[in-house]
């Protein structure tokens, strides 16, 4: 089943077209990757995807929910952003019972969800500190359990690792992959190569606006006879 379904996607701001005519599905279970540098339009993408910013023109289905006449697709949507989505002056504990209350998650319920949220993110012992006092990553995590509070079936990434180091960048993609294999849909949006081919069954490229190629790494890299993903992207994005 299409858990994601993009037709003819586009955004003009003004006289400049941002996202020109874009179209690609995500299969329901799927990890997706928007690869692109900056000012590709991957990010007004991804902020059309999840309902942020209204699109010009095209189509957007969340499990077969047209986003522009059914609201309620926002019910199965969890979003992180590349900015912090949290409050720094509440803790970690404080800001997910308050993510909850917005997703109108039970208390019960929020109790039961947030005690597994900081287990699976490694922030049990830093449920009563303040926000302002983690790390970056643990920041990053806290994002994350954010936006899973409510359980959505899709998950929206943007750029997720961005600003961190190695190490910690590969913290994220471990917990990123268990929760693909929890049967979640993620979308994730990133200009880094080695990201998108370690996390991502499917990648399209995005250049000055429009996808310039759709498919499994492999594939693309078989397509055009190279060996890297890199490679790749700077064939596509110099013809």
């Known amino acids: ?38 000012g590709s339009g991957k990010t007004t993408t991804f902020n059309m995807l999840s309902g942020v910013l209204k699109p010009s023109s095209g189509e957007v289905e969340i499990f077969g929910r047209n986003i522009r006449k059914n609201k309620e697709f926002v019910k199965d949507i969890g979003m992180v952003t590349q900015n912090d989505s949290f409050y720094e002056t509440l803790t970690v ?21 947030i005690r597994e949220l900081l287990s699976q993110t490694n922030l049990t012992t830093k449920s009563g500190a303040l926000a302002a006092t983690l790390s970056g990553g643990m920041k990053k995590r806290l994002n994350l359990a954010c936006s899973l509070v409510h359980d959505p079936k899709i998950l929206f990434l943007d750029e997720p690792t961005v600003g961190l180091d190695p190490l910690v960048r590969k913290e994220i993609w471990k917990l990123i992959k268990q929760l693909q294999t929890n049967k979640k849909t993620i979308i994730i949006t990133s200009h880094y190569m080695e990201e998108i081919e370690t996390l991502c069954k499917k990648v399209a490229i995005m250049f000055r606006g429009r996808i310039v190629a759709n498919g499994t790494p492999a594939s693309l890299k078989k397509k055009y006879k190279l060996q890297q993903m890199e490679d790749v992207f700077a064939h596509l994005v110099k013809r």
Not at 24 to 29: A, D, L, T
Not at 93 to 113: C, G, I, M, P, T
Request: zero cysteines.
């Open 93 to 113: 504990n404080e800001n997910l019972e308050f993510f909850a209350s917005q997703h109108k998650v039970s208390r019960e319920d929020a109790k039961k969800r």
């Open 1 to 38: 089943m299409k858990a994601v379904d993009v037709k003819d996607l586009a955004k003009v701001i003004g006289e400049k077209i941002i996202v020109d005519r874009v179209s690609f599905s995500v299969e329901e279970g799927e990890l997706f990757g928007l690869l692109g540098s900056n």
